[in-house]
T-cell receptor, first 114, second 115 residues
Framework: DQQVKQNSPSLSVQEGRISILNCDYTNSMFDYFLWYKKYPAEGPTFLIS?????DKNEDGRFTVFLNKSAKHLSLHIVPSQPGDSAVYFC?????????????FGKGTHLIIQP | GAVVSQHPSRVICKSGTSVKIECRSLDFQATTMFWYRQFPKKSLMLMAT?????????EQGVEKDKFLINHASLTLSTLTVTSAHPEDSSFYIC???????????FGSGTRLTVV
């Protein structure tokens, strides 16, 4: 049973427009959520996170929104740039400093069109 | 599809002993597997990249003699933590890709505690 789901395997967005990547989770114990970005042949790098006590966290062009009642979070990138083309992973952890570590979604491949 | 099974999910071992963690791709051939370690602030550190049939490529600062990685088949990679110390206690997670697509699947992770 997948506890973290990214239902869109790929997403194509025009340069300069907004990219919205979605993530759903089923475990109500999750209290911390992270987004990772991965380029080919490299490991994922941390992008942005949000605690369950917040509903929004912003860092430059990246904003993560959390809707706890819907168990849904999204990553907004605006404006989208060619360098944003990568695979984005949503991850979640439960209380206790991540005793069970992180649970990852399967990723969404974002393609920024020139 | 694209399931990666990691075993064990939790392990406790004594200092000085060795622990083996397995990562299996269940329904695809994983030409490349990656091993990560999660640190307390929840960031992931890439430890090494292993391609089937060849030696693993370790990231700078990762002791290859301590963290032995074997990728003997297209469906199995193992990470052996040798002569474990309490500071090796961490969450280790693998991921695998078949390179034919952009697919990249994570295992469920292993919580290692060295006492």
């Amino acid at each position: 049973d997948q506890q973290v789901k990214q239902n869109s395997p790929s997403l194509s967005v025009q340069e300069g427009r907004i990219s919205i990547l979605n993530c759903d989770y089923t475990n109500s114990m999750f209290d911390y959520f992270l987004w990772y970005k991965k380029y080919p042949a490299e490991g994922p790098t941390f992008l942005i996170s949000i605690s369950s006590i917040k509903d929004k966290n912003e860092d430059g062009r990246f904003t993560v929104f959390l809707n706890k009642s819907a168990k849904h979070l999204s990553l907004h990138i605006v404006p989208s740039q060619p360098g944003d083309s990568a695979v984005y992973f949503c991850a979640a952890s439960a209380p206790g400093g991540g005793a069970d570590g992180l649970t990852f979604g399967k990723g969404t491949h974002l393609i920024i069109q020139p | 599809g694209a399931v990666v099974s990691q075993h064990p999910s939790r392990v406790i071992c004594k200092s000085g002993t060795s622990v083996k963690i397995e990562c299996r791709s269940l329904d695809f051939q994983a030409t490349t597997m990656f091993w990560y370690r999660q640190f307390p602030k929840k960031s992931l550190m890439l430890m090494a990249t292993s391609n089937e049939g060849s030696k693993a490529t370790y990231e700078q600062g990762v002791e290859k003699d301590k963290f032995l990685i074997n990728h003997a088949s297209l469906t199995l990679s193992t990470l052996t933590v040798t002569s474990a110390h309490p500071e090796d206690s961490s969450f280790y997670i693998c991921s695998a890709t078949d390179r034919s697509s952009y697919g990249y699947t994570f295992g469920s992770g292993t919580r290692l505690t060295v006492v």
